[in-house]
């Protein structure tokens, strides 16, 4: 019978209780909030929804002028918008899993 000695942890990445966080991001930083605010506008002209293009848009203006003025983004009115067009896309869009990335980046 042989044993496997293992001298170091065995429990791998683990996020028990509050003592780990576990965070996965692509993007940092307000430039790329831009590009991918920009993306979403046009995935949303892509799918024939000039409507929620124009929404999709405002939230492109906020983290650009949140950036111009060195603030925080506005929280609150990116994610009203992103409800808004997340609420009437289709599942399995693009321009739905762009606005999940970006509320999920905003937050």
Same mark, same amino acid.
């Given at each position: 019978? &042989?044993?496997?000695?293992?001298?170091? &942890?065995?429990?791998?990445? &683990?996020?028990?209780?509050?003592?780990?966080?576990?965070?996965?991001?692509?993007?940092?930083?307000?430039?790329?909030? /831009?590009? +991918?605010?920009?993306? %979403?506008?046009?995935? %949303?002209?892509? /799918?024939?929804?000039?409507?929620?293009? $124009?929404?999709?848009? /405002?939230?492109? #203006?906020?983290?650009?002028?949140?950036? $111009?003025?060195?603030?925080? !983004?506005?929280?609150?009115?990116?994610?009203? !918008? +992103?409800?808004?067009?997340?609420?009437? %896309?289709? #599942?399995? &869009?693009?321009? %739905? *899993?762009? $606005?999940?990335?970006?509320?999920? *980046?905003?937050?």
């Amino acid at each position: 019978m &042989s044993t496997y000695n293992f001298h170091g &942890s065995i429990g791998g990445n &683990s996020n028990f209780g509050d003592n780990g966080r576990i965070e996965v991001r692509h993007y940092g930083g307000d430039g790329d909030l /831009e590009g +991918l605010a920009t993306r %979403l506008t046009e995935a %949303l002209h892509a /799918e024939q929804r000039p409507d929620l293009a $124009a929404r999709a848009g /405002e939230v492109g #203006a906020e983290i650009a002028a949140a950036a $111009a003025e060195g603030r925080p !983004v506005d929280q609150g009115r990116v994610r009203r !918008v +992103l409800g808004t067009v997340t609420q009437a %896309l289709g #599942a399995g &869009s693009a321009a %739905l *899993l762009l $606005a999940q990335q970006l509320a999920t *980046l905003v937050a």
